[in-house]
């Protein structure tokens, strides 16, 4: 997933307990996003609002 060692960036993985199955799903942004070089450090997803990603910076969120 590391762009810097020929990888796609930060990426959606899909988890099946039952069978405990990962899957990876593809990089969550373009290869020309600045976002797709990032770690995902601090990072969270939450279920509301939709479709947003927050990332925690020194204490304070911020939306990308």
Same mark, same amino acid.
């Given at each position: 997933?590391?762009?810097?060692r020929?990888?796609?960036?930060?990426?959606l993985l /899909? !988890?099946?307990?039952?069978?405990?199955e990962?899957q990876?799903?593809? #990089?969550?942004?373009?290869?020309?996003?600045?976002? /797709? !070089?990032?770690?995902g450090e601090?990072?969270?997803?939450s279920?509301? #609002?939709h479709?947003?990603?927050?990332?925690?910076?020194?204490g304070?969120?911020?939306?990308?």
């Amino acid at each position: 997933m590391d762009r810097a060692r020929g990888g796609g960036g930060p990426a959606l993985l /899909s !988890y099946i307990k039952a069978t405990d199955e990962v899957q990876n799903l593809g #990089p969550l942004f373009s290869p020309d996003s600045i976002y /797709s !070089y990032s770690t995902g450090e601090g990072w969270y997803f939450s279920a509301m #609002p939709h479709r947003q990603i927050g990332r925690l910076a020194a204490g304070h969120r911020k939306q990308l």
